[in-house]
């Protein structure tokens, strides 16, 4: 019996056991579980939910209860702008609402206007005469510190100077539009440059330049009648028919810089000479092929102008043929009515008989022919 009890308690405990290992399992599957559930979920952004604007809202018919999106909206639709207060929308609004057809065509009559002046409009931004303009409001220019001139005053002046064919083609609304525009950014870069000059001033009061520098030598930028002398020796060639050392002893001026720093300097003055000139070449080049244009321009118009005259004369020399065979086939149908033709069977050979006198006219026969002549020329066509 005893032997029966060990055995029923062990079985027990093996049961025991199994259930204890299947919770176990089953508490580990569903963490598992759980945890992937988390995993999948941190993947998925969160979707927030859209908040609507008011442009979403449906709009009322009613300017006035709109919002200024709404408002906004409805302009764009309507192609108006859509820029500006609340106030400015709802009257842009009320006043299209009021007679939409009107604003249509007010708006294309508009647009047609516009593109009519941008057909008439050259390309001034790469125009010579903007840069004769530019050149002119600078400091040498007779425009410079010429604020309150005429545009009109300004414009005629240039049509008869110089440069009058390269104003000629420019229209004047657009020459007095970036007249003003240029005159007035003229005046604003003198203020400028006034007010830093007198800054710069207030500074060299404050740390003035020194005339020489830490080696005790002059600094020959200071020297002014130096400066200007060599400048004016080397705008004249002076520099390349003289070496520098003979340059150097020929001026007395330059007698007191050593002729190591004199070298440099004159290195430096040619190439800021060599600089001007180019930008004085590109002036040109640029006006030459605008000249090149303009003429190839004017050619290309003279010969279209040409080759529709010379369709006109065509069509004319034409039409005076077609009156002049008009004419002759009315005066052959008075003849052939007079002629009293004696075969009825001969009417369809008018037109075959027109044309044989037609030639003979050509030819030089008389205008009167016989009966026989027709009789010939209605036979041979039998």
């Known amino acids: 019996m005893e032997d029966v009890r060990a055995e029923d308690a062990s079985m027990e405990d093996i049961r025991t056991e199994d259930a204890s290992i299947r919770v176990a399992e089953d508490a580990s599957m569903a963490e598992d579980a759980s945890m992937a559930e988390d995993a999948s979920m941190a993947d998925v952004p969160m979707q927030k939910k859209r908040k609507l604007n008011d442009a979403d809202v449906p709009m009322q018919d009613d300017p006035s209860s709109m919002t200024y999106r709404q408002l906004q909206k409805a302009c764009k639709e309507r192609g108006l702008k859509a820029n500006g207060k609340k106030e400015e929308l709802q009257k842009r609004l009320e006043e299209y609402l009021k007679d939409p057809a009107a604003h249509e065509a007010a708006k294309a009559a508009e647009e047609a206007k516009k593109k009519a002046m941008k057909d008439k409009h050259i390309d001034w931004r790469h125009h010579p005469a903007k840069e004769i303009l530019d050149e002119d409001l600078e400091q040498d220019g007779w ?4 604020d309150n001139l005429d545009a009109k005053l300004v414009y005629d002046v240039y049509l008869r100077s110089e440069h009058a064919e390269f ?7 657009q020459f007095e539009t970036n007249f003003k525009k240029k005159v007035d950014r003229a005046a604003q870069r003198r203020a400028r440059s006034a007010q830093e000059e007198e800054w710069m001033k207030h500074d060299r009061k404050l740390y ?9 030598e002059p600094v020959f930028d200071m020297d002014i009648e130096a400066k200007e002398t060599l400048r004016y020796d080397v705008k004249y060639k002076l520099n390349e028919r003289m070496l520098p050392q003979e340059l150097h002893q020929y001026r007395e001026v330059y007698g007191k810089y050593k002729l190591d720093i004199f070298r440099q300097r004159i290195y430096q003055e040619a190439r800021r000479n060599k600089f001007l000139n180019w930008l004085e070449q590109k002036r040109i080049e640029k006006r030459v092929a605008y000249r090149k244009a303009a003429a190839a321009k004017a050619a290309k118009k003279a010969e279209a102008e040409a080759k529709v ?29 007079v002629l009293k033709l004696p075969c009825s069977t001969w009417a369809w050979h008018v037109d075959v008989a027109v044309h044989q006198l037609v030639l003979l006219r050509q030819l030089g026969h008389g205008t009167q022919l016989g009966h026989g002549t027709w009789h010939a020329a209605a036979t041979t066509y039998t």
């Open 143 to 146: 425009l410079y510190g010429q």
């Open 167 to 173: 104003f000629i083609d420019v229209p004047f609304d």
């Open 208 to 216: 003035p330049r020194k005339t020489h520098n830490a080696r005790g």
């Open 309 to 337: 005259q010379r369709k006109l004369r065509l069509k004319r020399k034409l039409a005076y043929k077609k009156l002049r065979l008009d004419r002759n086939h009315a005066q052959l149908g008075q003849e052939i009515i």
